[in-house]
């Protein structure tokens, strides 16, 4: 009962918000845009299938780059005419990322938002912080299992999207990549920002880069780190080979120390079992 009270509480809001909605959209269900107030969305179609069935106000895209793909081709695509508020989320933001009651307590916001739940934090990987939000380590951990291209890890992408001093030992983001966000927040970077940012991202559906942007988003929008000088002029292609070689050689640097590592460990175990058969 309370399931069903919260959707049709959602159906109501879903028609009478002025919020835009983009919706990235691969495998999840988006039967939920429908009530959305005058067609006041637009889905970028990651799926490979016609939805014809449900909207026609979508746009195929190419499966790359996760969510933050779709988001940054709205971004760049109505940077001089954006919405006043824009609501950027997944299809299945309902309940995997955020659960139905408390999308609901959030959505009729006009500021930034994360639109999330609170995590279970786990000292010191992540923190427990006042606001109920997530907060991790700053140590790459995800990056051994992703394709790296441009940054072997998030230092590197921070270094080079931002005019920093200094790297953060802690990240503020919003797990799966879901805001309400206020066109003054993406006017805080240039176009060109979100042009050279999608560059990064756009050469696998699983591109570590697409992790050390999501990390990034809040400092994006809602932050007041500088943007780079280089991201806010034209990265060539000779720029991006040189960001490629030097990932590829920071990442064969990171093999042979882990190599050495796990020779060292299987010579002191050999040792040890020696040591003890022998006694």
Same mark, same amino acid.
């Given at each position: 009962?309370?399931?069903?009270?919260?959707? *049709?509480?959602?159906?109501?809001?879903?028609?009478? +918000?002025?919020?835009?909605?983009?919706?990235?959209?691969?495998?999840?269900?988006?039967?939920?845009?429908?009530?959305?107030?005058?067609?006041?969305?637009?889905?970028?179609?990651?799926?490979? *299938?016609?939805?014809?069935?449900?909207?026609?106000?979508?746009?195929?895209?190419?499966?790359?780059?996760?969510?933050?793909?779709?988001?940054?081709?709205?971004?760049?695509?109505?940077? !001089?005419?954006?919405?006043?508020? &824009?609501?950027?989320?997944?299809?299945?933001?309902?309940?995997?990322?955020?659960?139905?009651? /408390?999308?609901?307590?959030?959505?009729?916001?006009?500021?930034?938002?994360?639109? $999330?739940?609170?995590?279970?934090?786990?000292?010191?990987?992540?923190?427990?912080?006042?606001?109920?939000?997530?907060?991790?380590?700053?140590?790459?951990?995800?990056?051994?299992?992703?394709?790296?291209?441009?940054?072997?890890?998030?230092?590197?992408?921070?270094?080079?999207?931002?005019?920093? !001093?200094?790297?953060?030992?802690?990240?503020?983001?919003?797990?799966?990549?879901?805001?309400?966000?206020?066109? $003054?927040?993406?006017?805080?970077?240039?176009? *060109?920002?979100?042009?050279?940012?999608?560059?990064?991202?756009?050469?696998?559906?699983?591109?570590?880069?697409?992790?050390?942007?999501?990390?990034?988003?809040? &400092? +994006?929008?809602?932050?007041?780190?500088?943007?780079?000088?280089?991201?806010?002029?034209?990265?060539?292609?000779?720029?991006? +080979?040189?960001?490629?070689?030097?990932? @590829?050689? @920071?990442?064969?640097?990171?093999? @042979?120390?882990?190599?050495?590592?796990?020779?060292?460990?299987?010579?002191?175990? /050999?040792?040890?079992?020696?040591?003890?058969?022998?006694?």
């Amino acid at each position: 009962m309370i399931k069903n009270n919260a959707e *049709k509480n959602l159906n109501k809001i879903l028609k009478n +918000i002025n919020h835009f909605f983009c919706i990235s959209h691969f495998n999840g269900d988006i039967s939920w845009v429908k009530n959305i107030k005058n067609k006041n969305y637009i889905i970028y179609n990651k799926s490979g *299938k016609d939805i014809n069935h449900i909207t026609d106000n979508y746009i195929s895209i190419k499966n790359v780059g996760y969510n933050i793909y779709s988001y940054l081709k709205f971004i760049i695509s109505n940077y !001089d005419d954006l919405p006043k508020v &824009t609501v950027f989320c997944k299809d299945n933001i309902f309940t995997r990322h955020i659960s139905t009651e /408390m999308f609901l307590k959030l959505i009729k916001r006009k500021c930034f938002t994360n639109l $999330e739940i609170a995590k279970q934090n786990i000292f010191p990987i992540n923190l427990n912080v006042s606001d109920n939000s997530y907060v991790e380590i700053n140590n790459s951990w995800y990056k051994f299992d992703l394709p790296r291209k441009y940054f072997s890890e998030y230092n590197d992408f921070y270094s080079f999207v931002f005019k920093c !001093d200094n790297f953060p030992d802690f990240i503020r983001f919003s797990p799966g990549a879901n805001f309400i966000v206020p066109k $003054e927040n993406i006017l805080l970077r240039s176009k *060109k920002f979100y042009e050279n940012l999608i560059m990064f991202i756009d050469y696998s559906k699983l591109s570590c880069e697409s992790h050390f942007l999501e990390r990034s988003l809040v &400092t +994006i929008l809602n932050s007041n780190v500088e943007s780079s000088y280089s991201m806010d002029h034209e990265i060539t292609k000779s720029d991006l +080979i040189l960001l490629e070689k030097c990932c @590829k050689s @920071k990442i064969l640097k990171e093999y @042979k120390v882990f190599r050495k590592f796990k020779n060292f460990i299987i010579t002191k175990l /050999m040792n040890l079992l020696y040591k003890i058969m022998k006694f």
